[in-house]
């Protein structure tokens, strides 16, 4: 897994891990220890993810970490509403 700023500097490189663990899963067991990984970031830092990472967002958020997500289209639907649309742009770009 590649931790990577928004500006594109790669921030750390983890793993390798197995091939059947989620970008979720991984990124949890990341940051369980307080004096890992998660020590390098601040209450209110942004993580931008996507939708791999979405079973991880709680937790993320639990930590006081800002997280957002692209707006993806459901089933059945043809396009985004309005409001997720803007939602969306406000993390793509």
Request: hydrophobic share 45%; aromatic share 10%.
């Amino acid at each position: 897994m590649v931790a990577v700023a928004p500006d594109g500097h790669i921030i750390d490189l983890f793993g390798p891990f197995d091939a059947n663990k989620s970008d979720a899963d991984i990124m949890l067991s990341l940051f369980k220890d307080p004096n890992g990984v998660r020590s390098r970031f601040q209450q209110k830092d942004i993580f931008i993810v996507d939708r791999g990472f979405a079973s991880a967002i709680p937790v993320l958020e639990g930590y006081g970490f800002v997280v957002k997500m692209p707006e993806f289209i459901e089933r059945g639907q043809t396009s985004l509403s309005v409001e997720r649309a803007n939602r969306s742009r406000l993390v793509t770009v």
